[in-house]
């Protein structure tokens, strides 16, 4: 198997038709056929649950695994097509977000509804050319354990969450937050810094 994708990376024809047979150019998602063997595909740990309104674009070139007894709730939508995207057990996704790879999101996270988390970004700085004919780059997401994420805020590519951080709602984070710390506001910065209690 690791021959066949060596062989299919190092062949750009090889690889143009199978990311042909894969993603649907059009729909820019996974085609049906592929939807339906995902399951044999991505990794989802004994007790978690994606709830049927979710979306997975989760073609199998990346990986996708949800922890145990981890939950993603309605309405989301999960794309790891440029990205691995890896959940730890008791992690909790509330309803309406998104995460579009590659992401790393820890144990014990709780993300409230409405959230966005991309490690992809557009490129645009060639101005003779449109944006969507410019490509785009990515940079992981790092969400440590023990983390809250408040609604409707926005997580950025390349950043890192430190462990026992809270994310105020409609927060647009992009830079590195601290462990033990709260951070709030567009951009985000720490507003507070959470005491361990001795």
Same mark, same amino acid.
């Given at each position: %198997?690791?021959?066949?994708?060596?062989?299919?990376?190092?062949?750009?024809?090889?690889?143009?038709?199978?990311?042909?047979?894969? %993603?649907?150019?059009?729909?820019? *998602?996974?085609?049906? !056929?592929?939807?339906?063997?995902?399951?044999?595909?991505?990794?989802? $740990?004994? /007790?978690?649950?994606? !709830? #049927?309104?979710?979306?997975?674009?989760?073609?199998?070139?990346?990986?996708?695994?949800? #922890? *145990?007894?981890?939950?993603?709730?309605? !309405?989301?939508?999960?794309?790891?097509?440029?990205?691995?995207?890896?959940?730890?057990?008791? =992690?909790?996704? /509330?309803?309406?977000?998104?995460?579009? &790879?590659? @992401?790393?999101? &820890?144990?014990?996270?709780?993300?409230?509804?409405? +959230?966005?988390?991309?490690?992809?970004?557009?490129?645009?700085?060639? +101005? $003779?050319?449109?944006?969507?004919?410019?490509?785009? =780059?990515?940079?992981?997401?790092?969400?440590?354990?023990?983390?809250?994420? #408040?609604?409707? $805020?926005?997580?950025?590519?390349?950043?890192?969450? /430190?462990?026992?951080?809270?994310?105020?709602? #409609?927060?647009?984070? =992009?830079?590195? +937050?601290?462990? !033990? =710390? +709260?951070?709030?506001?567009?951009?985000?910065?720490? @507003?507070?810094?959470?005491?361990?209690?001795?």
């Amino acid at each position: %198997m690791r021959n066949l994708k060596e062989a299919i990376k190092g062949n750009q024809r090889i690889k143009s038709i199978v990311h042909w047979l894969i %993603m649907n150019p059009v729909r820019v *998602r996974p085609r049906w !056929y592929i939807r339906c063997l995902a399951p044999l595909y991505q990794h989802r $740990s004994k /007790g978690s649950v994606i !709830y #049927g309104s979710v979306r997975m674009d989760t073609p199998p070139f990346h990986r996708f695994c949800l #922890g *145990r007894r981890s939950i993603i709730e309605s !309405y989301c939508c999960i794309n790891n097509a440029v990205g691995d995207i890896l959940i730890g057990d008791d =992690t909790h996704l /509330g309803l309406h977000n998104t995460l579009i &790879g590659p @992401i790393r999101i &820890g144990r014990q996270v709780i993300v409230a509804q409405g +959230v966005t988390i991309s490690a992809l970004n557009h490129c645009f700085k060639d +101005v $003779s050319l449109p944006i969507c004919q410019q490509g785009y =780059t990515t940079k992981e997401i790092i969400i440590e354990d023990d983390v809250w994420i #408040g609604a409707n $805020s926005v997580i950025l590519q390349g950043v890192h969450i /430190g462990t026992h951080s809270v994310v105020a709602a #409609g927060a647009v984070v =992009t830079k590195d +937050v601290p462990p !033990y =710390t +709260v951070v709030a506001g567009n951009p985000a910065k720490v @507003i507070k810094v959470i005491e361990k209690q001795v």
